[in-house]
């Protein structure tokens, strides 16, 4: 089996994650909910978490990062804290769902700036006509259909200009591209652990700069006697028992990435995803969405058939074992923007374990595919 689909989840995963996991629910307790020794473990490891992801990410306090199910409800949590019925909030062409549908369950004017694939000029062209008199501003950091890599610090240094509150959607970039929080300027970045992190489902990260709103109350292990939210971070927004043995796969995961180095896992994914995509556009009836720039494309690849459907080449490269995710993946604006909405795409995302051999196999795996499908 070839695993091309990290961009949904990272399965390959350092073998600390599933270790420190196990440890964990053999070892420890909630956080703040006692004074014996299981309880001191969690809340030591728990914290050690907070302080590895602040250094990652160039946080100044710990205590502004806090720990959430996924990037969904991260940026739920922040949309939440900024947004109100009727404001105008723009967002890129290239949004997921997790951004689109919370805004409008708030009731939000949604502007989408939609510009051609792969061009950072004509985004941040249009975001600097935008911006001015909005009062929010969401961006995903890198697409996860095709892996434009938007150019979030110059739309992050506009809205700093007109003093309008920057949300980044770092569901795609983190543990595989520079993301830095006071560069940034950003009120919110949110994030998956279970993605780039190569930590485990259900955790999650929101980086917080800025006044937040609980969209989940209860129990805190902190200002016990109040009926309200504490008013002070992470228990602000940390209502319940924390998933620890999640928290400390994170934090393994985490670790090895600090290990490895985010530029090198860059510019290897990067380079796989070129690799790959030279070798498909070789194969007739393919289309496959590559920038020009390198720059602008990080590890996700998107293709599609003249004939063979999205959803059968996808279940045919399964049948071949190739994973890969098939459809609008949950990202409709996206597919809007590159004009591929009826049909959707095949992704094919890679991750630091992938190989330069498991890349040689794909063409011989997917002329399989095709045949199949075509039968």
């Not at 949300?167 to 595989?176: K, R």
Request: charged share 15%; proline share 6%; net charge neutral.
């Amino acid at each position: 089996m070839i695993y091309l689909d990290s961009a949904a989840t990272s399965m390959q995963k350092p073998r600390a994650v599933s270790e420190e996991m196990l440890t964990a629910m053999r070892t420890m307790a909630s956080p703040g909910r006692g004074g014996h020794r299981p309880a001191q473990l969690a809340e030591e490891k728990v914290f050690e978490c907070r302080v590895e992801l602040a250094s990652m990410f160039n946080v100044p306090e710990p205590e502004n990062v806090v720990f959430t199910m996924n990037a969904t409800h991260g940026l739920n949590i922040a949309l939440s804290s900024l947004v109100s019925p009727g404001d105008r909030v723009v967002v890129s062409g290239w949004e997921h769902n997790a951004v689109t549908r919370p805004l409008v369950m708030l009731g939000a004017q949604i502007d989408a700036v939609r510009t051609p694939l792969f061009d950072t000029a004509a985004a941040l062209e249009g975001f600097r006509q935008r911006i001015p008199g909005a009062q929010c501003v969401v961006c995903t950091h890198v697409s996860n259909v095709f892996g434009f890599v938007l150019p979030v610090y110059g739309i992050a240094k506009i809205c700093q200009e007109y003093s309008v509150p920057f949300v980044l959607d770092a569901s795609q970039s983190a543990g595989a591209l520079d993301v830095d929080m006071q560069k940034l300027g950003a009120a919110f970045v949110a994030m998956p652990g279970h993605k780039g992190l190569l930590g485990p489902q259900g955790t999650g990260v929101l980086l917080c700069n800025s006044t937040t709103t609980p969209i989940i109350a209860g129990g805190t292990g902190s200002a016990s006697r109040s009926q309200s939210m504490p008013h002070f971070l992470p228990d602000r927004l940390e209502a319940g028992t924390h998933n620890v043995p999640g928290i400390a796969g994170l934090l393994a995961g985490v670790r090895y990435l600090r290990q490895r180095g985010i530029a090198g896992i860059e510019a290897r994914e990067r380079g796989l995803i070129r690799a790959l995509a030279q070798s498909l556009r070789a194969m007739p009836g393919l289309e496959v969405y590559l920038a020009q720039d390198e720059s602008a494309q990080a590890g996700v690849l998107s293709i599609r058939h003249e004939r063979i459907g999205s959803e059968e080449l996808g279940a045919a490269l399964g049948a071949v074992g190739v994973c890969v995710r098939a459809g609008l993946h949950c990202a409709p604006y996206a597919h809007e923007s590159a004009g591929t909405i009826d049909t959707g795409t095949v992704r094919l995302s890679v991750s630091p374990f992938n190989t330069p051999r498991e890349m040689s196999r794909i063409p011989e795996l997917m002329s399989r595919a095709l045949a199949l499908a075509s039968a």
